[in-house]
């Protein structure tokens, strides 16, 4: 398979998202600021039902005797034990302040790039996707998530400006960097690229459920920003270490009570 074919469905959502936040740009910015806000608090309350739909999985999931609740809880401490540690909140920022400068983005440009880069990388189906693509080409799930995304940074936009649009690098990073992996790895791990034996395999299953609990985190910091309330929301990077700490805590479970 060539590279090209593992990389179709990322670049498929890059362009999406360069073309919602294109659009985003145009309306957004004729649109009053009230309206803007209205927008911004619609789209956090799909994300929250996306989030809550998604964090469901863990009740799917079990440790043999330790549920996939506490799993997920203990994998979500340790992700953001590490996270502060290793400043990812802090990281992400710093990336979006330089990209601002560099391109003399607007004084939320950061805020856009940091909270669409999350919302966009954050879930199964950019797991689920990238092996998909990766191994057999198969670009569906990339290409559902593509129209998602692309309305999702045209309401973006609307309110941050072009710091969205910049998240296509993100994008472009970990869906790419995961499909070209995908070949190398994940086949003998997962049992092959097949939908359902993907959606149902216990350790995306408690992947999805920690990333949806992070994209609830999302899902509050775009309603305070609709609110106005910036300061008080949740340091969703830090949390990103989980999403690679819940299968081996599973792991680990299944080994010690096995």
Do not use: H
């Amino acid at each position: 398979m060539t590279l090209l074919s593992q990389l179709s469905g990322t670049l498929v959502n890059v362009a999406t998202v360069l073309l919602g936040t294109l659009i985003g740009l145009t309306i957004g910015g004729r649109l009053p600021q009230r309206t803007q806000r209205t927008l911004l608090q619609t789209l956090s309350l799909v994300v929250l039902f996306i989030g809550l739909d998604m964090a469901g999985s863990v009740n799917r999931v079990s440790g043999g005797a330790v549920p996939g609740v506490i799993l997920t809880l203990l994998s979500l401490a340790a992700g953001a034990v590490i996270g502060e540690a290793l400043g990812i909140e802090d990281r992400l920022e710093r990336l979006g302040e330089r990209l601002r400068e560099r391109f003399r983005g607007g004084s939320r440009f950061t805020e856009g790039f940091v909270a669409a880069s999350l919302l966009f990388c954050v879930g199964p189906m950019t797991v689920i996707g990238g092996l998909q693509n990766g191994l057999t080409g198969d670009t569906a799930t990339y290409v559902l998530k593509s129209v998602l995304d692309g309305i999702a940074a045209l309401a973006l936009a609307g309110v941050y400006g072009i710091g969205v649009g910049f998240s296509a690098l993100t994008v472009l990073l970990v869906q790419g960097g995961l499909s070209v992996a995908a070949g190398a790895f994940a086949s003998g791990l997962l049992g092959g690229a097949d939908p359902g034996v993907l959606k149902t395999n216990p350790y995306i299953l408690l992947v999805t459920g920690a990333g949806g609990m992070m994209i609830v985190g999302i899902s509050w910091n775009l309603m305070l920003a609709g609110l106005g309330f910036d300061d008080r929301r949740v340091r969703v990077g830090s949390l990103l270490p989980a999403l690679l700490i819940a299968p081996l805590a599973l792991w680990a479970a299944l080994r010690v009570q096995g």
